[in-house]
């Protein structure tokens, strides 16, 4: 038990090993039977509230033990362990959304949280394999912000417009701003504005200097338009 929850790194990740694989599948298969079950969702509040408390449990607990775990090891403040990231900030939105229900909340959730965790997902930025707390704190967390984006869109009655897509966006490009000089104050990389992480990861394709920034404002506004599209596709078929 205090290896699996200790710093050191025993058996490395393998990005698409069996483990990696395993996770990936779970994902997918919970992915769609939130899908298919949207109206069970909908019209079960018991089932409905199990769902959502469940979900809720997974995004607190999962950040809990993760700071616990940065704190005991002395890297609250190294750089890239508070919730700072987009994912980071999904899963808080993702809290505040599943208590209060408020449509504000749910699309932006469902902008930032479905498509930036599942690339998460696919291209783990993460050390330590399945023997280490942190693959687990890393797949159960991303596969929950994902779930919880999902499941908030498909089982309620909120409704997303073009408008909503763009004021995530503006959203994003303010709260961008405020990371990008917390991370020149506090020499962070939150966001991975100053650079794609050592992992490989989409992110090693966005060029450098300039076109780095610009190619992710772009990609970001690509995913968005891309979670939009699917969201009509998604509302058609339902």
Known sequence: M?????????????????????????????????????????????????????????LIISEISYQT????????????????????????????????YHPKLIKITFFIGILPAAIALITPDIPHGYEHFRFWKFFVHHMAISWTSLFLIISTKVTIKGKDLLETFFY???????????NIYFETNYLYLNGPPIAGTPLDWMGEGVMYYISLVLTALFVFSLMYFLYKLIKKTR
């Not at 290896?3 to 919970?30: C, K, N, P, R």
């Not at 079960?44 to 449990?57: G, T």
């Not at 961008?176 to 000089?181: A, G, H, Y």
């Open 2 to 58: 205090e290896a699996w929850f200790s710093e050191q790194i025993d058996q490395t990740f393998t990005t698409f090993g069996s483990s990696h694989t395993w996770m990936l599948s779970i994902y997918l298969v919970v992915s769609l039977v939130i899908l298919l079950m949207h109206q069970t969702l909908k019209n079960s509040s018991v089932l409905h509230n199990i769902v959502r408390y469940s979900l809720l449990f997974l």
């Open 69 to 100: 775990w940065t704190i005991m090891h002395g890297l609250w403040m190294e750089g890239s362990h508070l919730p700072l990231h987009l994912c980071g900030i999904a899963s808080l939105l993702g809290v505040a959304a599943l208590i209060t």
């Open 172 to 182: 994003l490009i303010i709260y961008s701003v405020f990371i990008f000089i917390f």
